[in-house]
Structure formats: C-alpha cells, structure tokens
C-alpha cells in the first residue's frame, strides 16, 4: 500500500508537496489547481518504474485518455534544466526474494521479515552528452524500515548506453547493515570498485567542489563507507530492469576464491532491497485503476464477443466490458449499488447468439459461446439502449464497478459526480467507504473531486460511527480510513495541504477560504 507521495518540479508543482494516503483520499480546490497533476505524478511515476522510460507521452494506465506530452512538457515551466523528483513511500508486505537464492549463508537471514516498509526517491533529468540526448531516471534512492537515511544510492553517471554499468552505493552506516558486524562490512570493502572521477566531488574542468556521492552521510565514518558497486543493467536508467537478476562487477585482483561468498552476499542483498522493494511498489501500481474525467457512452453495436478484448478504464468502457463478461455476480453487485444510489435503472444482460464452435476458451477453463450485450432497464415498460438514457449513467457506472472490483491496488477516479444528481453525489460517499472498508479489500481510493455532498456524506459516517447512531444498513467509517487533501495555485506553484477530520466528522483545520464558502454566500 501506498503511504504518501512527494512530488517537485513536476507541472504547476514548484516546491517539494507532500500527500499524505489513507485508504480513502479526496483532492479538492478550484479549477486548474493542480488536482490531476497528483493523479498524473502516479502515472508517470508507474511508468519510469517498470519500463524505465522518462519520455512519457502516453501511460499503460490513461491509455488514449491522457496525453502527458513527454519530459519537457512535464517539467515545471518546461523549464529542461531543471529535475522532477518523486518519492514513494509505501508497504512492503511481500517477499522481497525474486530468483530463488540459496540464502543458507546469507549475513541478512531475517531481512524478508524485517523489512515491512520501504521509500524510493527518483530524479529525471535531461541529458545532452555525445553517448545520450534526452530525460533519463539519472538517480535512485531507496531507504526501508521507515529510517530517514538512505540504505543505497543508484546513480547513472557515466551509464549512458545499455550495458554500461550501473553504480550502486552502500551506506554501511544504516542500522540493517551494522547488525551484521563489522566483518561483512570489511569483505564488502574488499571487492568494491574504485570511485570513478566523476564521483570524487570535484570537477575536474574547473577544480570546484561538487557534491558527490562522498559527500553523503559521512563516508569518513567507521561505519558511514560507501563502497560502491557497479552491476550490469540493459537499460538507461536508474532503475534497473525488475525481473533480470544482477550481475555484480568486481576488479579483476577482487575476483578471487577468497571473495565469493561476499560478492554472492552483495548480489543477493541488492537484489532484495533494491529490486525487491521497487518490484513490490510496481505490482500495487501495475493493479491499479484510472477512470478518467469523462467516460465514454457505449455505442449501440457494443458487444461481448470474445474473452481479453482490450478495453480501457480511462474512458470508462472497460468497466462495460466486465459486466458483459461476468457470470451474474457482478451485475448484481452493480444493479444493488445502483438502486442504492437512486440511479433510475438496472442492468440486463442480453444474450444474442450461440457461436457454436467458433466459441473461444476462457482462462477458468470455461468455454463461453455467446454473445452479449447490455441493456438498461428504467422502469418504463421495455429495455433501452445506454446511448438511449442521459450521460449520467455513462458517467457513473464505471465508477460503482472500479470501486467494486476486489483486486488489490489502487483506483484513481477523476470527478465521479459528473452528470449526476446530488442524491447520487451523497450516495457516492457509502460506495467508497465500502469500497476500502469491506472485508479482505486492499485497494485505496484516490478521488479527484468537487462534490461537497460527497464528502458532507463521509463526515456524517464518521460522526454516526462515533456517536453509535448509524441506521442498520449505514457503513460504519472512521477518520483514520480518510484523506482530505486541499489543493491551490500560488504563485509559487501548486501547493498541497491536508485538512484533519476528528472522530466528530469535523475538520480540525480551517478550509482555505472556507468551507464551500459559496453554498453560504447563496443562503445569506
């Protein structure tokens, strides 16, 4: 799970913001405040992550939905000299060993265990140098454990090319490695490489010191050496690829019997805490769900016609494609969350034809011969086609089925309430909360918004949860589960502030300008 997120130089972001997550997280403020500059961060940050690439113009996740327009569109001001940093922090519940190493001998045997949290921080630059013209991930930092100093430094000087080697720094003065003892400190010094010129701090055109890797945390400290690694890596960037294990690269008078264990040690350590930290913030983001602003209306001939068709959740009409494909579950779900909502419809399934042997098998085994389509029943008499009902429908549905779908991650939704009226706006409010609060979910919910009847909805939950005054089929909520994350323009840049909710379903800080100052305006 996702913890928090800082974002710099990254659009109408100037100045370091920090977002701070709960299972449930809503960004309010005016109209191009910076609200899906967030969202957008989250992609770009998948992006750089799995494939490595910093010049993004379309993501896995906006597919034609969203144009990013690659690094220099992204980059505060358009401004190439400058430096986008991300930094994740987030849970790392999962195994942290991917090749299966034999770790019988391994100095760090408890270090799956241990290691419940990790941070990554990247920074994307534009190079222009004989061997690389372009953005590339030019440093990676991660750190675990919740400590604040880095545990390795990743940095790309001088990789430039695929197969160039990547350098990787240690810090051995972290609390992880200094349990181990001094020993494997000292065999790790042994099969470093020598720092390359252009790490020592100085530059050598002009004899001026720079900082440098040396410069971090003390490296003249007993316990504060770097040694550093180089590994091989296929791709330019700081990110080496996920799913290829390491090469470590020694000097060749290091590359005796002698010295084994210890690179084998080093290999494996990396391999855990660098690709084994980021592997598991890439699979909570590759499960991830973006509905866009503005979903697409189904047209008349949408059909079900065969299992894996690619459709997208950005424009919402995967979540059609769901329904056609599910085996009744999901359209009851659905047609349950759309009478609770006062939607004026249900969902029917139609089926068509038999495709007889023309019919495909599923990946359950399962061979499914038909061909669907979905119809909307409102009440009057006879079923109708979506493009035949208003846009509200269009609009909400691939809301309430994201929201219901059970995978772990995270659902990123830009204005649910569009095109519906606040009845349903209200009713919102319970879809999420059970949505991150139902038994055995693990998905959080980032929701772009300017409903007040949505959230007016969630303090209420909370208020009721406290007092013990909710109805028998109310969700209970707590303000711990909610985020409410005000978002402004400045001057500056784009600022970020979390708004505090207490057990009473009230904000311990003051709305900026007031809270939905308009409604009372209007009433006065």
Not at 31 to 55: D, F, M, V
Not at 181 to 189: D, H, I, K, N, P
Not at 262 to 287: C, H, K, P, W, Y
């Amino acid at each position: 799970m996702l913890t928090s997120l800082e974002i710099e130089n990254f659009k109408g972001i100037a100045a370091r913001q920090r977002i701070d997550f709960a299972p449930l997280t809503l960004l309010f403020g005016a109209n191009s405040a910076g609200k899906s500059t967030i969202l957008q961060a989250l992609l770009y940050l998948h992006e750089l992550i799995e494939r490595g690439s910093a010049e993004v113009d379309r993501t896995e996740l906006g597919g034609n939905a969203l144009e990013l327009g690659g690094f220099a569109r992204l980059v505060h001001r358009h401004e190439i000299e400058r430096a986008i940093v991300l930094r994740a922090e987030f849970a790392t519940p999962g195994g942290l060993e991917r090749f299966g190493r034999d770790l019988t001998d391994f100095p760090f045997p408890d270090l799956d265990d241990e290691v419940r949290s990790a941070w990554i921080e990247l920074a994307v630059t534009h190079r222009a140098e004989n061997a690389y013209v372009g953005p590339m991930v030019e440093s990676m930092t991660v750190g675990i454990c919740g400590h604040a100093e880095p545990l390795v430094w990743i940095d790309t000087v001088g990789h430039l090319r695929p197969g160039d080697p990547l350098y990787l720094r240690v810090n051995l003065a972290h609390p992880t490695i200094r349990a181990a003892g001094l020993e494997v400190q000292s065999s790790w010094a042994e099969v470093s490489v020598p720092e390359p010129l252009w790490h020592r701090g100085v530059d050598p055109s002009s004899g001026q010191h720079v900082l440098g890797l040396d410069d971090v945390h003390g490296a003249d400290d007993q316990f504060g050496r770097m040694p550093l690694f180089a590994v091989s890596s296929s791709r330019v960037s700081a990110v080496p690829p996920l799913d290829e294990p390491l090469r470590v690269l020694v000097p060749e008078e290091a590359d005796v019997p002698e010295n084994q264990q210890a690179i084998l040690d080093i290999r494996t350590f990396l391999e855990m805490s660098v690709l084994g930290t980021v592997s598991q913030l890439a699979a909570f983001l590759n499960s991830s769900l973006y509905v866009g602003p503005l979903r697409t209306v189904p047209p008349r001939g949408f059909l079900y016609e065969r299992a894996g068709r690619i459709t997208s959740w950005a424009d919402g009409l995967a979540a059609w494609d769901l329904l056609l494909a599910d085996r009744l579950t999901l359209v009851e779900r659905t047609n349950l969350w759309l009478k609770h909502l006062g939607a004026g419809c249900q969902i029917v399934v139609q089926q068509l034809f038999d495709r007889g042997a023309d019919a495909e098998e599923l990946s359950d085994g399962h061979v499914d011969k038909t061909v669907r389509r979905l119809l909307l029943d409102t009440g009057a008499g006879s079923f109708v086609l979506p493009p035949e009902v208003g846009a509200g429908v269009s609009q909400i549905l691939p809301v309430i089925v994201a929201a219901m779908e059970s995978r772990s991650g995270l659902t990123l939704v830009e204005q649910p309430e569009i095109h519906v009226h606040p009845a349903v706006q209200v009713g919102l409010g319970d879809l999420f909360i059970d949505a991150v609060t139902r038994e055995s979910s693990k998905r959080m919910l980032l929701v772009e918004t300017h409903s007040e009847h949505l959230i007016l909805r969630l303090l209420r939950r909370i208020r009721e949860t406290t007092e013990k005054e909710l109805a028998e089929d109310a969700p209970t909520f707590a303000e711990d589960k909610l985020s409410v994350l005000y978002v402004e323009s400045t001057p500056e840049g784009v600022r970020v502030r979390r708004l505090r909710v207490d057990e009473r379903g009230e904000f311990v800080d003051r709305w900026p300008q007031g809270f939905f100052a308009e409604r009372m305006e209007e009433l006065l």
